[in-house]
């Protein structure tokens, strides 16, 4: 049978422990003129009802909630759930609570997640948008939407070409071409890079990156680099087709997208008899590895360390809650290449262990 009784409140406290609701109120907000005997009675009281304060109610009468909603389109990339993790903690560290929205790579739940933000009167919103590539003139449904009800938001781990949105991110096209320094510069001369979704500002810039070091470092007469689709990798992993997809093996060197790609591609080298980096050098972006430490060792491009995206974010969106008519900001952090042991100088294509 169904409880239909409602929940505690302030009237409810305030009859159990004899004083008014004004008392309660402001004995439970920490008042500190009231006499610490009081306080702990009230309090005491309020446990005992179960009582939990509204914070909705609150924040519609303060106009200020202190929740920061995070807007998210993938949450089981793990670069994205540590990030959210270390968001969570800088925020909590403010005095903010954390709710995460996820819109699973669709355009039309991130802008109802958008719309839900704001019905809960959020703060503010840190937004990792799924569809970044858009003319200024267009901007991002969502973006606007938060804007038009004055929510302050700040887009993270990317850019958007929306000229009046405050970004964090890394410096995706410098990331691209570190990576491909670093592999020329081991003496590879034939890569494999697989792209990331086309719809992400990130890919297009550590494609142009990449492709820009490997023409500085590399002759052009001995040289090549293969493309693939984002389309057909994920496609692929889906179908437990990737080692069809990185085949024929005439690279020596493999870039990917990101580190959730390149450690599928490492599994499916490994599967196939090849040994990384002997036979195969494997370069991710994200740096994943180096916060969660159960997962294989894998050489990466990630922001330089003392440069956090969750506290750069943090601080943007608590200057723009403070500041509502400050410039915007387009932070971008450096990067480094973090060796992790999957990347050395070549050796002769096709070869297996079995070969040897």
């Known amino acids: ?24 109120s402001r004995a439970l907000r920490g008042d500190p003129k009231l006499p610490q005997a009081t306080v702990q009675k009230i309090k ?13 109610a609150s924040s519609l009468r303060s106009h200020e909630s ?3 909603a995070i807007i998210i389109e993938d949450i089981e990339n793990p670069h994205y759930s540590h990030l959210m993790a270390r968001i969570e903690q800088e925020l909590q560290i403010r005095g903010y609570n954390v709710i995460i929205l996820c819109n699973n790579k669709s355009l039309a739940s991130e802008k109802e997640l958008a719309a839900l933000a704001v019905s809960y009167s959020v703060s503010g919103v840190l937004l990792f948008p799924q569809d970044s590539v ?37 410096d995706d096209e410098a990331g691209g071409y570190l990576a491909g320094k670093v592999l020329s510069q081991l003496g590879h001369r034939h890569f494999l890079f697989l792209a990331g979704p086309r ?18 470092y590399c002759p052009a007469t001995n040289r090549s680099v293969r493309i693939t689709e984002e389309n057909d990798c994920f496609a692929a992993i889906r179908s437990g087709q990737l080692a069809r997809l990185l085949t024929p093996r005439d690279y ?43 997962l294989p060792r894998l050489s990466s491009i990630a922001h330089t360390k003392g440069y956090s995206i969750a506290e750069y974010a943090v601080k943007a969106l608590m200057n723009r809650i403070e500041h509502p008519a ?6 971008v952090l450096p990067v480094s290449y973090y060796d992790g042991g999957t990347c050395a100088g070549p050796v002769r294509l096709h070869r297996r262990p079995s070969d040897v």
């Not at 005491?44 to 909705?56: H, V």
């Not at 719809?199 to 500085?216: E, H």
């Open 1 to 24: 049978m169904l409880n239909h009784k409602k929940r505690p409140t302030l009237s409810t406290v305030a009859q159990r422990c004899g004083y008014s609701v004004n008392t309660v």
């Open 134 to 170: 858009k003319t200024a003139n267009e901007g991002s449904s969502a973006v606007q939407l938060l804007q038009a009800n004055h929510i302050p938001v700040v887009i993270v781990d990317r850019s958007i070409r929306q000229q009046d949105i405050d970004c964090v991110r890394v």
């Open 199 to 216: 719809n992400n500002t990130s890919q297009p810039l550590r494609q142009k990156g990449f492709l820009q070091a490997v023409s500085d």
């Open 252 to 294: 020596s060197a493999l870039v990917c997208f990101n580190d959730e790609v390149a450690y599928y591609c490492m599994q499916a080298l490994q599967d196939e008899g090849y040994r990384i980096p002997q036979d195969v050098s494997l370069c991710g972006f994200d740096s994943i590895g180096s916060d969660i430490r159960f």
């Open 44 to 56: 005491a009281a309020a446990d005992e009802t179960g009582y939990i304060p509204n914070r909705l």
């Open 326 to 331: 400050a410039a915007r900001q387009d932070i």
């Open 66 to 68: 202190h929740v920061v």
